[in-house]
C-alpha cells in the first residue's frame, strides 16, 4: 500500500497525472468502517494536450516500471489500481478540495467525505445508495456543506437514516 | 411503525457502538482489517471455484516501518508528513507535492 500510493505520487511528480486523490471504497475507508472491496480507485486530472481525456500516458509509464493491466485495473505493488478522469464538473471539484492525509508516512489525497456522497448519489447504482447511507450514517457529515455542494451541482440532498 | 422491543433495539444501538468504534479506527489499522476481509470473502468464494482476489501483501509488506501503528515505540512519521487536523469547511487543500 505504501509503495503503491509512492509510485501514484511519482506520477504526479512527474507530471504524468496533473492531481490524484483516492475515491470509492477506499477513500469511504477513511471516514467509515471498513467494507470489502479489492481495487483502489483513483481520480485524476489529466494533462490535456489535444482535449481528448485519455489513460495511455499512464499506463504507458506504468508498464515501463514494470506493472501490468489486469481487466479495468493495473496492480501497482500488488494493489490493483482503477484510474479514473475527472469526467465531470463534480469530481473535478472533488479532486481540487481532496484532503491531504499520511498513510504510514506516505503524503497522499482522499477525496473530501461530502464529495463522495454527493459522488454516489450522483452515480446512483444500488452499492452507490448503499454508500451514501453508510457515509451518512457514520461519517460526521458537514450537512450544509454538503447541501451546498448538492445544490450547486443539481443533485438531491441525500437523507440521513438509522441503519441497523 | 411498530416499536421494536427493548432488546432488540439495545442489539441495534450496540451494532452501531461498534460501527462507530471501527470507523474511528486509524486508517492502517482498517486496511489491515481489510486485508483479512477479503481472505475471509476469498475462502467463502474458493467454495464455489471463484478465483481468489486478496492483495497478495501481508501486515508486514503493508506497514514495513515496523508495523508503526501496532507498536507504541514506533518513530513517528517525519514532521513534514504529518497532515494537518482533518479539514473543515473552507480549509485550502495542500499540496502533495512538498510531502511527499
Given at each position: 500500500m505504501k509503495a503503491t500510493l509512492a509510485v501514484l505520487n511519482e506520477l504526479e511528480r512527474q507530471g504524468i497525472v496533473h492531481r490524484y486523490a483516492i475515491g470509492g471504497a477506499m477513500a469511504a475507508m477513511f471516514y467509515v468502517e471498513p467494507t470489502v472491496t479489492y481495487d483502489m480507485h483513483i481520480f485524476v486530472v489529466?494533462?490535456?494536450?489535444?482535449?481528448?481525456?485519455?489513460?495511455?500516458?499512464?499506463?504507458?509509464?506504468?508498464?515501463?516500471?514494470?506493472?501490468?493491466?489486469?481487466?479495468?485495473?493495473?496492480?501497482i505493488e500488488g494493489v490493483p489500481v482503477q484510474f479514473l478522469p475527472a469526467y465531470n464538473p463534480l469530481v473535478e471539484e472533488a479532486?481540487?478540495?481532496?484532503?491531504?492525509?499520511?498513510?504510514?508516512?506516505?503524503?497522499?489525497?482522499?477525496?473530501?467525505?461530502?464529495?463522495?456522497?454527493?459522488?454516489?448519489?450522483?452515480?446512483?447504482?444500488?452499492?452507490?445508495?448503499a454508500r451514501v447511507q453508510l457515509l451518512m450514517d457514520e461519517g460526521s457529515v458537514n450537512t450544509v456543506r454538503l447541501a451546498d455542494i448538492c445544490g450547486r451541482h443539481g443533485l438531491s440532498v441525500p437523507s440521513q437514516e438509522e441503519t441497523p | 411503525m411498530t416499536e421494536l422491543?427493548?432488546?432488540?433495539?439495545?442489539?441495534?444501538?450496540?451494532?452501531?457502538?461498534?460501527r462507530r468504534a471501527l470507523a474511528a479506527l486509524p486508517y492502517a489499522d482498517k486496511l489491515r482489517i481489510l486485508l483479512r476481509l477479503q481472505q475471509v470473502r476469498d475462502a467463502i468464494g474458493e467454495t464455489r471455484g471463484a478465483t481468489a482476489r486478496a492483495w497478495p501483501i501481508d501486515v508486514t509488506t503493508l506497514f514495513p516501518s515496523g508495523m508503526a501503528s501496532l507498536q507504541e515505540d514506533a518513530p513517528a512519521p517525519p514532521p513534514d508528513l504529518v497532515p494537518p487536523e482533518p479539514p473543515r469547511e473552507g480549509t485550502p487543500p495542500t499540496d502533495c507535492h512538498s510531502h511527499a
Amino acid at each position: 500500500m505504501k509503495a503503491t500510493l509512492a509510485v501514484l505520487n511519482e506520477l504526479e511528480r512527474q507530471g504524468i497525472v496533473h492531481r490524484y486523490a483516492i475515491g470509492g471504497a477506499m477513500a469511504a475507508m477513511f471516514y467509515v468502517e471498513p467494507t470489502v472491496t479489492y481495487d483502489m480507485h483513483i481520480f485524476v486530472v489529466l494533462p490535456t494536450s489535444s482535449g481528448l481525456l485519455t489513460l495511455t500516458p499512464i499506463y504507458d509509464a506504468l508498464r515501463q516500471r514494470g506493472y501490468e493491466p489486469e481487466g479495468e485495473c493495473i496492480v501497482i505493488e500488488g494493489v490493483p489500481v482503477q484510474f479514473l478522469p475527472a469526467y465531470n464538473p463534480l469530481v473535478e471539484e472533488a479532486l481540487e478540495q481532496a484532503r491531504l492525509v499520511d498513510v504510514e508516512g506516505v503524503a497522499t489525497r482522499v477525496l473530501p467525505l461530502e464529495h463522495l456522497i454527493a459522488m454516489a448519489a450522483q452515480t446512483g447504482r444500488l452499492k452507490d445508495r448503499a454508500r451514501v447511507q453508510l457515509l451518512m450514517d457514520e461519517g460526521s457529515v458537514n450537512t450544509v456543506r454538503l447541501a451546498d455542494i448538492c445544490g450547486r451541482h443539481g443533485l438531491s440532498v441525500p437523507s440521513q437514516e438509522e441503519t441497523p | 411503525m411498530t416499536e421494536l422491543p427493548a432488546a432488540m433495539q439495545e442489539a441495534l444501538a450496540a451494532k452501531q457502538r461498534r460501527r462507530r468504534a471501527l470507523a474511528a479506527l486509524p486508517y492502517a489499522d482498517k486496511l489491515r482489517i481489510l486485508l483479512r476481509l477479503q481472505q475471509v470473502r476469498d475462502a467463502i468464494g474458493e467454495t464455489r471455484g471463484a478465483t481468489a482476489r486478496a492483495w497478495p501483501i501481508d501486515v508486514t509488506t503493508l506497514f514495513p516501518s515496523g508495523m508503526a501503528s501496532l507498536q507504541e515505540d514506533a518513530p513517528a512519521p517525519p514532521p513534514d508528513l504529518v497532515p494537518p487536523e482533518p479539514p473543515r469547511e473552507g480549509t485550502p487543500p495542500t499540496d502533495c507535492h512538498s510531502h511527499a
